[in-house]
């Protein structure tokens, strides 16, 4: 893969990646190409996946975008749809908290889960799929996990790792208030684009972290602990579509999640 890259970058006559020890990112060249080949790559996708539909005699393809291990926790959901849905080629695509809602309008998933308040005019709030209180996340030797009990006035006291555009300001502020309960602010850094870089911060303990609770069930990392606010609030998880994309298979999908209901920790 890095022989291939760098083909591509004497190619082009840039740099595609910027590299350093903590972290790789794409530079402004390789997001442009990014964007640029993004079109093209799903249209190969989606006739390979057609293709495959027409095999296993299915008609029809529902991309549900699922952020982390929710595939896990949303598996009665899942098996309940299939069964009774044969027709419909259920394909599971990984969400990222950075990009929340674009994969929606450019049709690379149909419908996806997003945890609550989605305040996005084009999209569709379907019903819940999973409710629970947040967790904070630190260090295993980090100075709160002294204390009898942790509250989210603490917040005030330590930096929580954040990240920028697009991800909405209103959809951070449910893991990285900007203020505690009691008006305090709450400091922000560092700056960070996947999960897995949030539980490096934390590890290393240059931030605490709230997070949802499937985090402490699936990602028991060493150098990790999981504490309980006693005023936590609750984070719930909805399924989203876009409103103009409506169609059959959207809404036997968001049918089968009413009557599972939703996941509660």
């Not at 095999?55 to 929710?70: D, E, M, S, V």
């Amino acid at each position: 893969m890095s022989q291939s890259i760098a083909k591509q970058e004497r190619q082009i006559g840039s740099l595609l990646f910027t590299r350093t020890s903590r972290r790789v990112e794409l530079t402004s060249i390789g997001h442009q190409l990014r964007k640029s080949l993004s079109v093209g790559y799903q249209q190969i996708l989606d006739g390979v996946h057609e293709a495959t539909a027409v095999a296993r005699g299915t008609t029809a393809t529902l991309t549900l975008g699922l952020h982390g291990p929710q595939a896990h926790d949303q598996a009665d959901l899942l098996d309940l749809f299939r069964s009774r849905r044969p027709d419909i080629d259920l394909r599971i695509k990984e969400m990222i908290f950075t990009d929340p809602f674009e994969p929606l309008r450019d049709g690379t998933v149909q419908v996806a889960t997003a945890w609550l308040p989605v305040r996005e005019p084009d999209l569709t709030i379907g019903p819940l799929v999973d409710t629970e209180p947040l967790l904070l996340m630190v260090a295993n030797d980090h100075p709160l996990t002294t204390r009898d009990r942790v509250g989210m006035e603490d917040l005030g006291d330590w930096c929580l790792p954040y990240t920028g555009p697009p991800t909405p300001e209103y959809w951070l502020q449910t893991l990285v208030p900007t203020h505690t309960p009691g008006g305090r602010p709450i400091r922000r850094g560092p700056k960070v684009s996947t999960f897995q870089e949030v539980a490096a911060a934390v590890a290393a303990g240059d931030a605490i972290s709230l997070v949802h609770g499937d985090a402490a069930r699936y990602y028991r990392w060493p150098g990790l602990c999981y504490l309980h606010p006693y005023d936590a609030p609750t984070g719930s998880w909805a399924l989203i579509w876009r409103t103009a994309a409506e169609n059959e298979a959207i809404r036997s999908l968001a049918r089968a999640a009413r009557e599972t209901g939703p996941r509660k920790g």
